[in-house]
């Protein structure tokens, strides 16, 4: 299994957003964060352009691959050739409300199919010498909460899985869009504390309403009779406002963050961009994941406004980044301030 420290805090996968470039700069911020693949599913992996799909900068490790599947063949060579690509986990999802995957049976629909998952998870788990994880949530629909979350947990512990990865929320797979999902079914985090409680030796991780390190904190802490959380995973707060990942290793790991400020974290990926363009990429495939910083501070929205207006335009190259920033003043504490 994974260590508690292993998945302490991680980015979640986000569909569209943690792509290769949004990864290489959350790394810039953090180096003790795990950071996440989107959604990759079986047959993009096993039939699609690899290279595209699967690679990724040896700096952004620790990276795990997170796949879409429910054919536990078709995971077990999914798993072995993301293994062979280099990443250290392969992450199960058994999350995501979409339609599209709802129509694959897989994602948060595998929630009513527990064997299925164990069989999936054994069989990634005879392919592959990494860990094997799962990321699910409290349950689907009609289902009770209670027995829907026991019984896929149980069923995968007992196929070998290394770590539970909980949405704190149910997915209603009927009558919501996946968008509506994310917000509109309530919070229990609560719910995952007692599944903890239940399974003290398993490393499990919440995710779902965190929007600080010091909420994180709470949740890592213990409350009463039951047990600390092993890990928290951030997602859209991490995207929208990455500033608040320059407080993760000094905050829950007591370690300090890799950069001082967002300046000398973004002077650091400018020669990244640089490449990217002469690659011949549009500036705008990194840029775009940098619209959430100095949220709130004096020159920002020129900031955020400079980057989507010409990031985007033929011939943009670096100095989009540069010049986006002169609309920003670099105070002492900052950074701090931001992440706040």
Sequence with gaps: MLSPEDIRFSVAPMMDWTDRHCRFFHRLLSRRARLYTEMVTTGAVLHGDRRRLLGFSPQEQPVALQLGGSDPEDL??????????????????????????????FGACLMREPQLVAECVAAMKSAVSIPVTVKCRLGVDDQDTEEALDALADAVVVAGCDALFVHARKAWLQGLSPKKNRDIPPLDHARVRRLKARLPTVPIAINGGIASIAQAQVLLAADGELRGLDGVMLGRAAYHNPGLLLEVDPGLFGEPAPAGDLFEAL??????????????????????????????QPGARGFRRHLSTEAVKAGAGAEVLREALGHLRRRPGAAREIAA
């Design 267 to 296: 002077e650091r990926l400018t020669p990244y961009l640089e490449g990217l363009v002469l690659a011949g990429h549009s500036p705008n495939a990194l840029t775009r994941h940098l619209l959430g910083l100095f949220h709130g």
């Design 76 to 105: 077990a060579r999914a798993a072995r050739i993301g293994e062979e690509h280099g990443y250290v986990e392969i992450n199960l999802n058994c999350g995501c409300p979409s339609d599209r995957v709802q129509n694959g049976r």
